[in-house]
């Protein structure tokens, strides 16, 4: 007894530090989240299609007026649209969002380690370093207008309520209130799909019946949104979410998972603990349920990592499943005998990789700061410039196309993704040439300016558009004829 308690006043020492590294680090957070400067390109896109339905008008897919190619499920834009009925700013408020769902996921990981494990020490320690991780490695996430991690955080609401000790405390209430949760993150973030495998695999090795029980379920509840999609978005909600055209690269694998080794010693300490327990375990034991959601993370985030435009946030599942593992493996370690040395080094290969990561993080997140308060009042000049000419104006940058009030942008990447496919996007072009707008906003100086296209440059050359306002770093063009 006297040497448990030992080990948990190391795990609680860990827990302690962790949490106050955490805490710090919100202070970059916070500093940046009120800012209207966007934090990343795609601030701007889920804010325009959250203000689309806001007005009602459910174009949200092969729209012929917003020219957004949207390949998101529907369920966040209406959850943002009601906030933004409510006067709420989109993008603001959805990085407020993105930060309370990174907090209840960590919640979640600390009370699925307290179901699997009874060790109250080792889930808040875990969560703490998920948190730390979280808001250094994969801090871009962190506080952006973003539905990842709301979408995670409804994933683990799943799997905290299909993991018991005991098989049978799986009853029918428990599988739909499972099957529901993985719908709803489903329809606000469609890629993941390793948590509904491992779940699958895992009941199926457990309880045939109850496998077979939770699929149907899980497959009515599929149907009953696709039903309501079609209803409502038409046949286009298919066409755009599961026919989506991106440009595929061998290379990209670098690109998106250049932050793992970040949680390298989460995995180390989880998989190796795991690996250990596999000969005395049971096919029942929830970490069996973990450690195939990390595979499956893995796998699908790599698959995924291949696309154009796919961000680490790809392989968030396997971050979560790694966490969840640690926490398990530290709470093994803890309650297993052995000198209470092993376990602070074991703690400090968690730690480590974000303890060497935090020097260049507070590098980065200092001139992110100075930045964007520079920056601040130079995109008040924009929002306001743009305001005044709003009635058919057409934004190159989403973010200012929302804060200036109008409807109409210009999803630049995937429509350089359509055009590589070699799609025919004639309504954007037909508009251009027809002088649907009368300005145009771009980036660039009056000699050099550029949308990043050079097929919509192209179009807006023969299209006669030519510079008429020069506004610091924002070009405006105007029909000349």
Known sequence: MFVH????????????VWAALFLLTCTRTVLVMFHHVPLD????????LASWTAGGDHRLYSSDRGFVFNNYPPLSFVLMGGLVQLGCDAIITGRILSCFSVLVSAV??????????????AALAT??????TANTAFHGYFGMNDPQWLAQALMLGALCVMISRKTIELTGQRLFCCAFLIVLGGFTKHNLVALPFAMFIWLFCVD?????????????LLAAGFVICYEVYGISFFRDVFLHQRVIRLGRVIHSVRQLPFMGGMLL???GVFVQRWRSMDRRDPSVLVMLFLVFGCLFGFLESLGEGVD???MFDAFVAASILCGIGLACLSGSEGKRKKLVQVCWVMALPVLCLLPLWGMTSYQEVQTVRLKDNEWQIYIQSLRMRNTSLLCTDMALCYWADSRDAIDRFNLSQALKKNEEV?????????????????YGTMAHYSSGNIIFDSWLAKAGYRPVMDNGEMILLGYIR
């Not at 308690?5 to 302690?16: A, L, P």
């Not at 969560?127 to 730390?132: N, P, Q, R, W």
């Not at 045939?208 to 009515?220: D, H, P, R």
């Not at 027809?434 to 145009?440: A, D």
């Open 5 to 16: 308690e030992k080990k948990d006043q190391v795990i609680w020492f860990w827990c302690i």
């Open 41 to 48: 390109v795609n601030e701007g896109w889920n804010a325009q």
């Open 108 to 121: 979640l990981i600390a009370r699925i380690i307290r179901i699997v494990t009874g060790t109250l020490p």
């Open 127 to 132: 969560a703490s370093l998920f948190l730390l």
């Open 208 to 220: 045939l019946k109850k496998a077979v029980l939770w699929s149907v379920i899980l497959g009515l």
């Open 269 to 271: 300490v989880g998989v």
């Open 312 to 314: 680490y946030n790809c």
């Open 426 to 442: 004639v309504f954007l072009r037909e508009m251009i040439i027809h002088h649907r707008f009368s300005v145009v906003q771009l």
